[in-house]
């Protein structure tokens, strides 16, 4: 579990919230969010069994309750509270923590309040920007793409450089996500430039991860293997084991594809150890997927069915269509190696409608020519059992 802040008190502190003060020029109902406030940073007490999500609800309450009187300021202090990990003495920020536990509902619903044309521009830019973040991890792309490109318009409006390469990071993956690779690399590039300009090395590591992503993809081993390699190394210069263990997982996944199956157990292993500390859901789905399927290719079978079982009901429990259908499609083609075909056909058939779903043109190609592959075994076996009945 993470670290709260070690009393509310500093919190509090930092929003310099005085009744005394500030309560003489207010309407009863402003009065009443304010003091809700005060109450849920000083009053609500989770239990020592409390879910991550229930020992941060003080402080979501509050950000709401800030919201609806519009203190924007205060809202966005909240938003941006540090929080540590008592496992790896990694800190990372109350809204992008909810991101890395797996609560997207959560996370959107601050950033949606955020959104109004009242508020800040720099933090519309951060709300816009992580709203294109959490509907790219969601596999809605078609909205991820409407929110980031929102939120690269108004960074060049307000000069938000972070906001600028962010964004374009955002609609990078999110056309990878429709098959757009040309246009991904593009706009990768375009940040990755924005980032090295301005001397951004977290999200110079960030982008750089997904170039080596999107090469793997297209099946350019050697050019993903340099992106992701500096990638690496970047991350660990800025002191960020998030990025350092999704650098180091993708490497697995391409180490696997090149038949180099124990520097890719490494690098999986690695990666599922590191997202189990730092609680990263995302991380842990990925890598069970994907080590689920480094054990399908090394004949592992029941290792396999158990890491993608695992990838399943993780996926589905936070919602992770794109992770969903990987496992889906990846349990349908263990159960076809061990020749178990009516199950292998149903797992590719629900894997083909969880595509269709997202638009994922590359997965709805691998899911119909699993479905038609298996098809095509199946009836070849029938065949064949009713030729040798005949000829007994």
């Given at each position: 579990m993470s670290n709260l802040p070690a009393s509310t008190t500093p919190v509090l502190s930092s929003l310099d919230i005085k009744p005394e003060r500030d309560f003489k020029t207010l309407t009863l109902g402003q009065k009443a969010h304010y003091r809700?406030?005060?109450?849920?940073?000083?009053?609500?007490?989770?239990?020592?069994?409390?879910?991550?999500?229930?020992?941060?609800?003080?402080?979501?309450?509050a950000f709401h309750h800030l919201c609806e009187v519009q203190d924007w300021e205060r809202a966005n202090i909240i938003l941006r509270l540090p929080?540590?990990?008592?496992?790896?003495?990694?800190?990372?920020?109350?809204i992008h923590q909810l991101e890395i536990w797996g609560y997207y509902p959560e996370q959107m619903a601050m950033y949606t309040s955020l959104i109004m044309?009242?508020?800040?521009?720099?933090?519309r830019v951060i709300s816009l920007v992580g709203l294109g973040n959490v509907y790219g991890h969601l596999a809605n792309y078609s909205r991820a793409i409407d929110f980031s490109q929102q939120a690269l318009e108004l960074s060049r409006q307000s000069g938000n450089v972070s906001g600028r390469a962010t964004a374009l990071i955002n609609l990078g993956i999110a056309h990878a996500g429709f098959g757009n690779f040309k246009q991904s690399i593009a706009f990768l590039q375009e940040s990755l430039s924005?980032?090295?300009?301005?001397?951004?090395?977290?999200?110079q590591a960030k982008v750089l991860g997904n170039l080596g992503n999107v090469y793997g993809d297209r099946r350019q081993f050697q050019k993903a293997i340099d992106y992701l390699e500096q990638s690496l190394t970047l991350a660990r210069q800025s002191g960020d084991r998030l990025i350092e263990a999704q650098a180091l997982g993708n490497l697995g996944n391409i180490y696997a594809y090149l038949h180099q199956y124990d520097r890719a157990a490494t690098y999986l292993e690695y990666y599922l150890i590191a997202s189990q500390e730092?609680?990263?859901?995302?991380?842990?789905?990925?890598?069970?997927?994907?080590?689920?399927?480094?054990?399908?290719?090394?004949?592992?079978?029941?290792?396999?069915?158990?890491?993608l079982e695992q990838s399943l009901f993780m996926a589905r429990e936070t919602r992770e269509l794109s992770s969903e259908g990987v496992a889906l499609g990846n349990l349908g083609s263990v159960y076809g190696w061990m020749g178990k075909?009516?199950?292998?056909?149903?797992?590719?058939?629900?894997?083909?409608?969880?595509?269709?779903?997202?638009?994922?043109?590359?997965?709805?190609?691998?899911?119909?020519?699993n479905l038609t592959l298996t098809h095509l075994v199946l009836r070849f076996l029938k065949l064949w059992h009713r030729l040798s009945q005949r000829r007994e």
């Open positions: 809700a406030v005060i109450n849920w940073l000083t009053k609500y007490t989770p239990s020592p069994e409390a879910s991550n999500l229930e020992k941060v609800r003080g402080y979501l309450e929080l540590q990990n008592e496992v790896t003495g990694t800190t990372y920020e109350l044309e009242e508020a800040p521009l720099d933090v924005t980032a090295r300009h301005t001397g951004l090395l977290k999200e730092l609680e990263n859901r995302a991380g842990q789905i990925i890598a069970l997927n994907s080590l689920g399927e480094l054990y399908r290719r090394t004949k592992q079978y029941d290792q396999a069915i158990s890491c075909y009516e199950q292998a056909i149903e797992l590719h058939r629900q894997a083909l409608i969880v595509t269709q779903k997202i638009g994922d043109r590359q997965g709805i190609f691998l899911a119909r020519l």
